[in-house]
């Protein structure tokens, strides 16, 4: 019995149970209907069909009204080159397994780390800056104001990242959200610099991330977006538009002035070796460009890095530079690879997760680092041309999970990360071949 029959049969039936005896083909009807064994239940399902296209119409509207939602981002389209193969100085290696864990449990995501003889400085996600001795963290300073902890609040509270120890033993922190700031190490007083409130060239500074101090005294920072804040970090690899910046502070004149701009995710700085140039870290594009400081021009020091760079450091003992990677690019298994050239994907992705979602998806991804093939931290050494020698991975983030800085004395790194709960350690003897 075809359905169209079916239905004139339900019809009939109906009509026979309000006593409406009609005629004889709906006797034949409901002997056909028996003879198909269809009890008088199956008619309840009888809504099934209206109720499955009024649900198929719900699912392509809601589709397309949420299409057509604006996003929270403008994404763009942004080129990355094929990751490489890690072969050479990038072979898989488990150098870091050799390294341990200081502070465990009492640091929560030191990403920079000042060395000063017996003494460490580490800025924390809860706002401070704090000094590391014999086993004891003392806190030293805080630029912002309670509720602290929870990315939720570090507007208020700060987030001290790049830090570094100036000529006179003053520390120079870049706080992501409030600015530049001097501070006494003994008496932890402090006075401000520079307020990220300011415009600079008529752009808002937002996201503070990296510093490093000239012979002369100026202060060479970036700031990593010009929309975003350290807190919404996923937007700003979501929306890739690139308008991070290299800054300058002139102690004598107080002034701050732009030297590069559009850069995508501005991060880590470090004068070179003579002083001539300021390497700056761009992370959303895996590169390092020159920025020569008589000349003002700027040019690639190293590119298609086999990570997200962090922040960059030179190493006096060994004349080379190091870099931490906030994650690793391998060929295959590179999710921001993937999603660069997708904007509108993107711009989708944003509507659907939303900042604090993203971050939890991209935790899940980094998570699954060795199952997608690469290792969980990399930190990779440079000589003086750009040219990456050495790397030290941990596989498995056992012992180091994330490298956002390596800083290095004699005979020792340290390995700080901006969501770990420890610092690194690694004493130069356990590396092989060192
Ligand atoms: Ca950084």
């Known amino acids: 019995m075809c359905r169209h029959e079916r239905a004139s049969c339900y019809h009939c039936v109906s009509d026979l149970r309000s006593e409406k005896i009609g005629s004889s083909s709906c006797h034949h009807c409901v002997s056909d209907l028996r003879s198909e064994k269809i009890g008088s239940s199956s008619l309840s399902y009888r809504w099934i069909g209206p109720f499955c296209t009024a649900f198929l119409i719900s699912i392509i509207a809601m589709v397309v009204g949420f299409i057509l939602m604006p996003s929270p981002i403008d994404p763009v ?190 991060n880590g700085v470090q004068l070179t070796r003579d002083k001539s140039a300021v390497l700056v870290v761009e992370t959303l594009k895996a590169r390092v460009w020159r920025y020569d400081i008589k000349s003002g021009k700027a040019s690639i020091w190293t590119e298609n890095l086999s990570g997200l760079p962090d922040n960059i450091r030179y190493s006096k003992p060994s004349g080379t530079y190091f870099i931490g990677m906030a994650r690793v690019r391998q060929k295959g298994a590179a999710l921001i690879d993937a999603l660069s050239s997708k904007p509108w994907l993107r711009g989708q992705l944003a509507k659907l997760f939303g900042s604090n979602s993203i971050m939890f998806f991209e935790k899940m991804l980094f998570w699954c680092g060795p199952l997608c093939g690469s290792p969980k931290a990399l930190a990779v050494e440079l000589n003086e041309n750009g040219t990456v020698i050495r790397s030290m991975q941990d596989q498995t983030g056992e012992v180091i999970h994330r490298v956002s800085e390596v800083e290095s004395s004699s005979g020792v790194f340290y390995f700080g990360s901006f969501d770990g709960n420890y610092l690194g350690r690694l004493y130069k003897k356990h590396i092989p071949g060192s």
């Open 77 to 266: 389209e942004y080129v990355l080159p094929e990751p490489n193969e890690l072969v050479g100085p990038l072979e898989p290696n488990d150098v870091l397994k050799h390294a341990e864990r200081l502070y465990s449990g009492k640091l929560n995501g030191p990403e920079s780390i000042v060395l000063d003889g017996d003494y460490i400085y580490v800025g924390t996600a809860d706002g401070w800056v704090n000094v590391l001795h014999k086993g004891e963290v003392r806190k030293l300073v805080r630029f912002g104001q309670e509720p602290c902890g929870g990315m939720e609040n570090e507007q208020i509270c700060g987030r001290p990242l790049g830090m570094r120890m100036e000529e006179h033993g003053f520390l120079i922190v870049a706080d992501a959200y409030l600015g530049l700031f001097q501070v006494n190490v003994v008496t932890g007083d402090y006075i401000q610099l520079f307020s990220s409130s300011t415009s600079v060239n008529g752009k808002p500074v937002r996201f503070l991330n990296d510093l490093d101090i000239g012979p002369d005294g100026k202060i060479y920072f970036t700031h990593s977006s010009a929309k975003w804040n350290r807190n919404e970090f996923p937007m700003l690899f979501m929306e890739g538009v690139p308008n991070g910046r290299l800054l300058v502070y002139d102690p004598k004149t107080e002034v701050v002035s732009e030297l590069m701009d559009k850069l995508l995710f501005a």
